[in-house]
């Protein structure tokens, strides 16, 4: 697979506590220049991002980040607000513990509150994986496959452990057709990257990639 096809499949982030709006202007410049799927940023710098790369690139943000356990309202007013301030595509955390109580009726109707609040808007779901045993990550494929939602996403990059291999499998195994899987957290290498692709992920939550590239000078002649 050529670094191109990689590289839009991307979704360039930085969602550090401490980012600043020139940094993200810079992730955005990459974004551009390196043609990758979106960029994922925090949602108060979504409306001056989106006012910067107008139609040039697509604005990806994150609710209920990272933890997940604030309530179903709250949820759904994040992605109203990240909608309003011109976010393209959002990201959301399930409450975990909501996994842990079996209540996955709950966990349904969360994430179609919030897939309507989207309005239109690419809903990914982030059931973070590494806090889940392998029956809950099958039930969580199956959930997500009957909520509405357009990707099931391994990480939010800030848990105990990022995409696996073993979870992309898992998901392509488990997802319904209608659903597409994003691997996010711990992708280091173009290999990586590969690797995951080749296992389903349709989506890359990381920053790494494009740094890579950076690093490799022109590719193909065209960066």
């Keep these: ?17 401490s980012a600043s709006f020139e940094e993200i202007k810079a992730l955005c410049d990459e974004g551009i220049k390196y043609k990758t799927a979106s960029v994922c940023i925090p949602m108060s710098y979504v409306r001056r991002a989106k006012e910067y790369v107008g139609d040039r690139l697509k604005i990806c943000t994150v609710i209920g980040f990272p933890n997940g356990y604030v309530t179903e309202n709250v949820k759904c007013f994040e992605a109203t607000e990240a909608v309003a301030e011109g976010a393209d595509e959002i990201d959301m955390v399930i409450n975990i513990g909501d996994v ?4 996955f009726d709950k966990i349904i109707k969360e994430i179609k509150a919030v897939k309507k609040a989207c309005c239109g808007k ?19 494929c199956q959930v997500v496959s009957e909520s509405g939602a357009d990707f099931i996403k391994t990480s939010t990059g800030f848990g105990t452990g990022g995409a696996t291999a073993e979870d992309i499998k898992l998901f392509a195994e488990n997802v319904s057709e209608n659903v597409k899987i994003k691997a996010a957290g711990g992708i280091s290498s173009l290999e990586d990257a590969q690797l995951f692709i080749s296992l389903g992920a349709s989506r890359l ?12 000078g022109d590719v193909n002649g065209v960066y």
Aim: hydrophobic share 40%.
């Design 1 to 17: 697979m050529d670094v191109e096809k990689i590289l839009s499949m991307v979704d360039h982030t930085l969602l550090s506590q």
């Design 122 to 140: 690419v809903l990914k779901v982030i059931i973070e994986t590494c806090f889940l045993t392998e029956s809950e990550k099958i039930r969580m």
């Design 205 to 216: 939550g990381t920053s790494r990639i494009v740094k890579i590239v950076k690093g490799m």
């Design 100 to 103: 842990k109580n079996g209540d």
